[in-house]
């Protein structure tokens, strides 16, 4: 059974950084592109990063030089290390597994921007 | 503002069948394959349609989508009440180098 599984999330203060990490499992997760798409609460989605299996990576413009995504194929986990954060940071992160479409998604983890 | 235009609601009665337009330009749906998104609140998204028009297995054949030239369209047929949620197009963009979702329908089934 495919499983990914976000944590890192929680509340940060304006300019603070957290690193969310999405654990996986139940498939070869090296054969993957990974993703990040967030979700402002009462808003539409919105695409963050991604990294291919080269490592390939890409950011939103939103996101780019303050997040870094990257990826462990031994521990099968993706990472997001975001810095800089700000108030319009605040958002339920998704990460997903993507091939033909991001064909499954975990649960999310809420990161929260405040002071 | 998305450089995805997706209407912001739709409605249908039960049994009807809704269509749900994307509208692009030529950097994202006109050279790029369109998938379709259902989000339930409280839920993680769900695949629905992928490269345009291919449905993922345990998706109905009541949805169905397609493309021509920079629009894309999701439709659903016999509209049901569990498919009242949120409906969402992405898609890859030359220009911006990464993907980008359309602003989500919100359908309603009367």
């Known amino acids: 059974e495919v499983q990914l599984v976000e944590s890192g999330g929680g509340l940060v203060q304006p300019g603070g950084s957290l690193r969310l990490s999405c654990a996986a499992s139940?498939?070869?997760?090296?054969?993957?592109?990974m993703h990040w798409v967030r979700q402002v609460t009462g808003k539409g989605l919105e695409w963050v990063s991604s990294?291919?299996?080269?490592?390939?990576?890409y950011y939103a413009g939103s996101v780019k030089g303050r997040f870094t995504i990257s990826r462990d194929n031994a521990k099968m986990s993706l990472y997001l290390q975001m810095n800089s954060l700000r108030a319009g940071d605040t958002a339920l992160y998704y990460c997903?597994?993507?091939?033909?479409?991001?064909?499954?998604w975990g649960q999310g983890t809420m990161v929260t921007v405040s002071s | 503002q998305s450089v995805l235009t997706q209407p912001p609601s739709a409605s249908g009665a039960p049994g009807q069948r809704v269509t749900i337009s994307c509208s692009g330009s030529?950097?994202?749906?006109?050279?790029?394959?369109v998938h379709w998104y259902q989000h339930l609140p409280g839920t993680a998204p769900k695949l629905l349609i992928y490269?345009?028009?291919k449905r993922p297995s345990g998706v109905p054949d009541r949805f169905s989508g397609s493309k021509s030239g920079t629009s894309a369209s999701l439709a659903i047929s016999g509209l049901r009440s569990e498919d009242e949620a949120a409906y969402y197009c992405v898609v890859w963009d030359d220009s911006l180098r990464g993907h980008v979702f359309g602003g989500g329908t919100k359908l309603t089934v009367l």
């Open positions: 030529s950097p994202n749906i006109g050279g790029h394959s």
């Open positions: 990294i291919g299996t080269a490592d390939d990576t």
């Open positions: 139940g498939y070869t997760f090296s054969a993957y592109d």
């Open positions: 997903i597994r993507a091939r033909d479409g991001f064909d499954f």
């Open positions: 490269s345009n028009d």
